[in-house]
């Protein structure tokens, strides 16, 4: 199967594609883009977030054949240029990374929290959170970086 | 073909909140993990596992296998070329299982192909006949005279004997428990993963994740039958570790994958197969017994911990050791009777996990300090303070603790910590315990407080010749003094990169610090567990910043025809006594590099003995305290952690914030175990090996945390530092459990504690033994 579909602003197309394998197989092993993670690949830890047509998917659950025609956009798509987003940058600042498995969807999942909710309330940010697991830092530091890039985003 | 190498510059000496060198590629996506590893013309492993926890293995046909397109090699236990054995402490465990399968998810053969899904559904076309036979899985029975034997030398991994004291002692009172804790899983997200590619010399190149290269290399050069030279292993990025990463996993199977098929292979476990692919907590029974004067003055401890090691030995012998020599807490005791055994049976296999025996240990000496409270008349925390051990006195092994020991203080620090405030009249649904499912609006809900503190040993102990190598080399580069430090010492998360820089630019005034990939060019850094890295990859970073800075100096002395003692060095600068500008690095040293490589030890432990289990057996002790706070709803069992606050002594901080950073995630890590993490094995089957029934707990879960980070510098360990990852681990599920028990009132002697526990519809007393065999 050939599957054509847009990453990060530019058409990607894989051939002999198996009609069974995911989106995240495809970003990963067929296009180069490791950056979304493999860490449960059945929808459950959330590393493996990313945008499908501008909203949050787990690609670990997307058939690859899904995304064909589309517009997908995943952690490696969110910096500009050399510039990290306000999220990446509040994600190292704040000490929310350790082994940074999670971080890639971590980094989507509060972009997008805080495209819709620019500036939410604790409990606001653990529901929108709740789908990412994180085994190393007991999450503090990540709610200090969704709050510290609510905040920087709030102060541009 | 890795980049795990900092992109971004960064500062900071020893103190400062230094950010991670690796922090911008891990979250711009670029950093690269193992299971991220790619390679031209690159083929996939997978393995096959036993379905059964015990079995012969009649015959293997791998026939069809082979006719499947895309597969290169399938291969079974007769490829292994050396020998097809493996373990951290014995070489017990078969790379690809023989004549027996002692677990189910054992590894029986291997498949290599072109797409990962070709070569498992070629590995679900290799024929395995087995004959089943009768399993050992309840580790109460495993020394039992009829009980099936799991290895020809019986089913004894190691018994501790430890006595001190009168040998028959009384006390005016008594109080006692069973305790049982469950099998907890080091979930790291990041799946076992490796590639190897084979070498032009005829060896290999692996490049996997893992604590210990250099323990890895000797078993897997042990497997291929291949010397050292020719096995070299590079650290790819690490998704978290825990414990799960000292025995091998993938390592050996990519290895004769690569050899046989003559092209780089790639292995990386799903979910579900990394609940099989490594060691897991071990689970404990334990009977405890405390005697104490009628003030609550201990008098005599008396214990019995059993700890299932499941098929195979990993470090189970060495998670006796600690379930014993500590597993009484941080108290005085006159008189002593532990014993503490690890038994083999056919369940999955246990080792390392963050805390190491003191983990299962704590949850029973806590509860029983909380009965004693109860008993004499006294609050769990001065219960805890009046027996709590101070520096100078002696263990319950006789060893005398030589540094700060701040039991009591940790105690008063948390409890004089803020309450969160009580429940509002009409709480928000999502401050409940069952949250938004609307399970309750506050009516059966009960809060509780539970405190806990505890002590782990930090290093290896028992005469282990535990040491950490470094190469560190200093040059001029494009005008600036720039330090490169290589050790094989693991990042798994925990900021060891940072670390060394840290040290680095503390001992060389140097500002920029590269820390190059691990690997085994350099000598072993031990193991990255037991709390150990900061202090003894830290004391080898140190000491050869040191001997660098000494070999600098007397070339400057040479140089500058003046004595070497009055100079120092900062940076690109020789300096006089005054603090005068002597000389520039670059004028000293000209395009040459100075480079030392040292290995550090830190002071010997000793080995108990054996019939007494006395001695000096650890380098360090470290002491933490925690206090749980929770609502349970009592008519639905469900549980709500509302706060969850710490004190703890790390000596010195190197990196504050990367110091409560290990302490809230290991924090919640006790926590998991005390209420939701268990991997429900029964009849030596695993019944929830995925993040669908293995609950983790989530930001929904965890509660804000206040930590207290105390700074009572060990002066025997470099700059001070006190081993930090795996004490809060050991100490917060303790005080979760004490604090769901004052909210319920029930006694729940074991953990997790399941919904049904806490409402008493399903008892909380250990079961019966099976009687299964």
Redesign the interface.
């Known amino acids: 199967m050939r599957v054509t579909t847009t990453v990060n602003g530019t058409e990607r197309t894989a051939d002999d594609v198996w009609p069974g394998e995911s989106l995240l197989h495809l970003l990963r092993e067929r296009l180069g883009l490791p950056g979304a993670k493999n860490a449960c690949e059945q929808g459950e830890c959330g590393s493996c977030t990313v945008y499908l047509d501008g909203e949050p998917v787990c690609a670990c659950l997307v058939a690859a054949g899904q995304a064909i025609g589309r517009k997908v956009t995943t952690v490696e798509g969110l910096a500009a240029g050399q510039a990290l987003h306000p999220v990446q940058e509040a994600f190292v600042e704040a000490g929310a990374v350790q082994c940074g498995f999670c971080t890639p969807g971590l980094v989507v999942a509060a972009h997008d929290l805080l495209a819709r909710v620019p500036e939410p309330s604790d409990p606001e940010i653990r529901e929108a959170l709740a789908g990412n697991l994180c085994r190393c830092t007991g999450y503090e530091k990540i709610l200090d970086a969704v709050r510290l890039a609510a905040r920087r985003q709030a102060a541009r | 073909m890795t980049t795990t190498q900092a992109a971004a510059r960064t500062t900071g000496r020893i103190g400062d909140?230094a950010?991670?060198p690796?922090?911008?590629l891990?979250?711009?996506?670029?950093?690269?993990?193992a299971?991220?590893l790619?390679h031209d013309d690159m083929v996939w492993g997978v393995t096959l596992r036993s379905p059964h926890p015990h079995a012969r293995i009649r015959r293997i046909d791998v026939t069809e296998a082979l006719t499947v397109p895309g597969v290169s090699a399938v291969l079974t236990a007769d490829d292994v070329p050396g020998e097809n054995a493996f373990g951290l402490e014995h070489a017990d465990q078969p790379v690809l299982a023989g004549e027996f399968v002692r677990y189910e998810g054992e590894p029986v053969a291997l498949v290599a192909a072109d797409?990962p899904?070709t070569a498992r559904r070629a590995a679900g076309r290799i024929r395995v006949d087995y004959e089943v036979l009768p399993a050992l899985t309840d580790a109460r029975r495993a020394l039992d005279d009829d009980a099936p034997q799991v290895h020809p030398g019986g089913n004894l991994v190691r018994h501790l004997r430890l006595r001190r004291g009168d040998p028959a002692p009384t006390a005016p009172v008594v109080v006692s428990l069973d305790f049982e804790v469950g099998m907890q899983d080091?979930?790291?997200?990041?799946?076992e993963s490796g590639l190897a590619v084979p070498a032009e010399d005829g060896g290999v190149d692996l490049y996997v994740a893992t604590q210990w290269l250099h323990v890895d290399q000797r078993q897997v050069c042990l497997a291929l039958g291949m010397p050292p030279e020719k096995v070299r292993l590079t650290l790819a990025?690490?998704?978290?570790?825990?414990g799960g990463r000292e025995d091998l996993s993938v390592h050996v199977h990519a290895c004769l994958l690569a050899l046989r098929t003559g092209r780089p292979v790639k292995m990386?476990y799903?979910?579900e197969e990394s609940f099989y692919g490594h060691v897991h907590r071990h689970p404990a029974t334990m009977t405890y017994e405390f005697g104490a004067e009628r003030d609550g003055t201990l008098v005599y401890a008396r214990a019995h911990v059993l700890l299932d090691g499941g098929a195979y030995a990993s470090s189970t012998a060495a998670v006796v050791g600690n379930a014993g020599l500590l597993g009484l807490g941080p108290y005085r005791f006159p008189s002593v009777a532990v014993d503490a055994f690890g038994v083999f049976t056919h369940n999955p296999p246990c080792g390392a996990m963050r805390g190491f025996g003191c983990v299962q240990a704590a949850f029973a000496h806590e509860a029983l300090m909380d009965e004693l409270a109860a008993a004499v008349g006294v609050d769990p925390v001065e219960i805890r303070r009046r027996n709590g051990v101070q520096e100078g006195d002696r263990t319950i092994t006789g060893q005398v603790i030589d540094s700060a020991a701040p039991v009591a203080e940790l105690l008063q620090r948390v409890a004089d910590l803020p309450l969160p405030p009580p429940l509002p009249g009409h709480p928000?649904l999502?401050d409940l315990p069952g949250a938004v499912g609307n399970t309750t609006h506050g009516e059966g809900v009960r809060r509780g407080v539970g405190y806990s503190v505890t002590y782990k040993n930090v290093g290896f102990s028992e005469g282990f010749d535990d040491y950490s190598t470094a190469r560190v080399r200093l040059q001029v580069t494009g005008g600036e003094a720039v330090a490169t430090v290589h050790t094989a010492a693991a990042e798994?998360?925990?900021?060891l990169v940072t670390v060394q820089q840290q040290i680095a630019r503390t001992e060389l005034g140097v500002e920029r610090v590269v820390v190059v990939p691990a690997d085994t060019a350099v000598g072993s850094a031990g193991s990255t567990s037991a709390s150990r890295q900061t202090y003894v990859t830290g004391g080898a970073v140190k000491a050869a910043c040191e001997a660098v800075r000494t070999a600098v100096l007397q070339r400057a002395a040479v140089a500058l025809g003046r004595p070497v003692a009055g100079l120092a060095l900062d940076g690109d600068k020789v300096l006089g006594a005054g603090g005068e500008v002597l000389a520039g690095l670059a004028d000293v040293l000209g395009d040459d590099a100075v480079e030392e490589t040292v290995e550090w030890r830190h002071r010997p432990t000793h080995a108990v003995d054996p019939e007494t289990g006395q001695g000096d057996a650890h380098v360090q002790f470290a002491f933490s305290a925690h206090r749980a706070v929770v609502d349970v709803d009592v008519e639905l069992g469900l549980v709500k952690v509302v706060a969850l606050d710490t004190a703890q002594d790390v000596g010195k901080a190197i990196n504050p914030?990367?110091v409560?950073?290990q302490i809230?995630?290991?924090?919640?890590?006790g926590m998991g175990l005390a209420l939701m993490e268990e991997v429900v094995v029964t009849d030596g089957h695993v019944r929830n090996p995925?993040?669908?029934d293995y609950l983790?707990?989530?930001?929904?879960d965890?509660p804000?945390?206040q930590v207290q980070v105390l700074e009572y510098a060990d002066p025997h360990a470099p700059y001070g530092v006190r081993g930090v990852g795996e004490p809060p681990t050991i100490s917060s599920g303790p005080a979760v459990a004490a604090a769901v028990r004052a909210a319920c009132g029930k006694p729940l002697r074991r953990v997790p504690i399941r919904p049904e526990h806490v409402t008493g519809t399903q008892p909380t007393a250990i079961p019966p033994r099976s009687d299964r065999p």
């Open positions: 909140n950010q991670r690796d922090g911008t891990k979250v711009t996506g670029e950093f690269a993990y299971s991220d790619w797409h899904e080091q979930a790291f997200l990041g799946p990025g690490v998704g978290g570790a825990f990386s799903g979910r928000d999502r798994v998360g925990q900021g914030d990367a409560v950073g809230h995630g290991g924090s919640a890590q995925s993040f669908t983790l707990p989530t930001i929904l965890v804000p945390m």
